[in-house]
């Protein structure tokens, strides 16, 4: 009989038959080397091979070999366990030794839109680097009048910073990046939101308004760029339906600023989570 666990909003559920639950204590804690992989065994002795970066990693890096155990996960959920194959010059043959797990993502989903365009010295990597750590869904580059673009070159070295804190962290779910928005387009997405937040100087504590909100499957968490938003684009931004928030008394750099809200939404989030098995 299948059987599927949940930690809190967690549900874990096998890709093909059945696991026991007690297999995994979380969704990202293992006690093997976590390697990332677009492709998965299907099944239970399935094959694939590893190539690139993660093929350099393993066997220079960690010098790995045949035989060795670790698990592969595709940023997507999956999760497999399996062994180190046949090492060749440009690649490694992983076979699984389980069937691989489906584990849902957290809930509810925060979306960060951010204008950290005009970040320079690494504060970028670093806002984007502490956000998959924290849990994010994922985070939107926003253009405003005061932080008017981000170079494509940017957004590729973003991705391979996600991707590297996706492993250390040990999350299963890929935190996406996606193109640069404006405040327009964004005020359309405040709109079919029920849960927004907006991080401005004069507002209400957050955690003040956190009491008159309740649980959604998702939400949107918004910070202005250095300088902070004009008038006018806060203004679009609250008239849209997003709640206007202060996380202090002091003036707050955007990283710090982002990673603040972040931080203490998904504590918010995790307040009623627990554990249920079926």
């Known amino acids: 009989m299948l059987r599927h666990r949940v930690l809190g909003t967690i549900r874990v559920r096998p890709y093909a038959t059945s696991s026991s639950p007690s297999e995994y204590s979380s969704q990202s804690r293992g006690g093997l080397p976590r390697f990332f992989s677009p492709v998965l065994p299907s099944a239970n002795g399935g094959v694939v091979r590893i190539q690139g970066d993660e093929f350099f990693h393993m066997t220079k890096v960690l010098r790995l070999s045949a035989d060795d155990r670790v698990e592969l996960f595709n940023g997507k959920g999956g999760l497999v366990s399996g062994i180190i194959g046949d090492i060749h010059r440009t690649g490694l043959d992983f ?57 494509d070159n940017r957004v590729e070295r973003l991705e391979r910073v996600i991707l590297a804190a996706t492993k250390q962290c040990q999350r299963l779910h890929e935190m996406r990046i996606h193109p640069p928005l404006d405040i327009a387009n964004l005020a359309e997405q405040v709109q079919r939101s029920k849960l927004s937040f907006l991080a401005v100087a004069e507002a209400p504590p957050l955690l003040k308004v956190l009491t008159s909100q309740r649980d959604e499957p998702e939400g949107l968490i918004i910070i202005g760029p250095e300088g902070d938003f004009t008038e006018k684009e806060s203004n679009i931004l609250t008239e849209a339906g997003a709640a206007k928030v202060s996380l202090g008394q002091h003036r707050l750099r955007v990283e710090t600023a982002t990673v603040a809200l972040l931080a203490t939404l998904m504590l918010w989030s995790d307040r009623n989570n627990q554990m249920i098995v079926d």
């Open 95 to 151: 076979t699984a030794l389980e069937d691989p797990l489906l584990i849902d993502p957290l809930t509810p989903q925060w979306h960060v839109y951010a204008a950290f365009g005009t970040l320079k010295g690494g504060r970028a990597d670093w806002l984007i680097e502490k956000c998959t750590e924290l849990g994010a869904s994922s985070v939107t580059p926003l253009l405003t009048q005061r932080s008017p673009s981000i170079s």
